[in-house]
């Protein structure tokens, strides 16, 4: 059964930082492009970022210069570093395992 376990969300004020992690058993995570997408309230789920087996990272636009992804294979996490939070990041923040298998998402909320 494949199963993604998110942590790291919270409260956190404008221009702060958060780091969300996605763990994942071992035979879900090898050989698998992991995904970030978020969920915005009222909007539809959208692409945040993802990484390759290689390394290969890719992030959307609107947050390339403030967030990184990573992946540790040897314990089977991937990461979302989230620097210089804006009030508009503020999402239910989910992994994703090839594009088809999710977890149950973790909420980010950046308030003053």
């Known amino acids: 059964q494949v199963q993604l376990v998110e942590s790291g969300g919270g409260l956190v004020q404008p221009g702060g930082s958060l780091r969300l992690s996605c763990q994942a058993s071992k035979t879900t995570f090898t050989g698998s492009t992991m995904y970030w997408f978020r969920q915005r309230p009222g909007k539809q789920r959208e692409f945040v970022a993802s990484i390759t087996t290689d390394n290969d990272a890719t992030l959307a636009h609107d947050v390339k210069d403030r967030f990184a992804v990573s992946r540790n294979n040897a314990n089977t996490t991937v990461y979302l570093q989230m620097n210089s939070l804006k009030p508009e990041d503020t999402a239910a923040y989910y992994c994703?395992?090839?594009?088809?298998?999710w977890g149950q998402g973790t909420q980010v909320t950046v308030s003053s």
């Open positions: 994703n395992r090839d594009l088809r298998d």
